[in-house]
């Protein structure tokens, strides 16, 4: 069963920025709250890759590719995952997943990101 649900993606030009938001409406906040996190993405062509994960405690981790430029926060009496997506280039273009950093379940329809001028 699908536990994130994705938005926030769209089309951006060169430069731009876009926040994505993951929610996990069937969780309760006990079960959300202790959970790591990470947001993935898969381009064309290429294998689903993790760009930023947030643990329960507050910690974060970026890609090398993403550092500098994305932001991932958590709010968990919100159920919520955002990742601020800043200095966005072509590379970034993919669609963009959430799910749960140590058991992943269902993977969700993410939300599709371009990059374009």
């Known amino acids: 069963q699908v536990q994130f649900v994705e938005s926030g993606g769209g089309l951006v030009q060169p430069g731009g920025s876009l926040r994505l938001s993951c929610k996990a409406p069937?969780?309760?906040?006990?079960?959300?709250?202790?959970?790591?996190i990470g947001w993935y993405r898969q381009a064309p062509g290429k294998q689903r890759e993790l760009v930023a994960s947030?643990?329960?405690?507050?910690?974060?981790n970026y890609a090398d590719s993403v550092k500098g430029r994305f932001a991932i926060s958590k709010n968990n009496s919100r159920k919520t995952v955002w990742l601020q997506m800043n200095s966005l280039n072509s590379e970034d273009t993919a669609v963009y997943y959430c799910?749960?950093?140590?058991?992943?379940?269902?993977w969700g329809q993410g939300t599709q990101v371009t990059v374009s001028s």
């Open positions: 069937r969780m309760i906040f006990s079960t959300f709250s202790p959970l790591d």
């Open positions: 799910n749960n950093l140590r058991t992943p379940g269902s």
């Open positions: 947030i643990m329960a405690g507050g910690g974060v």
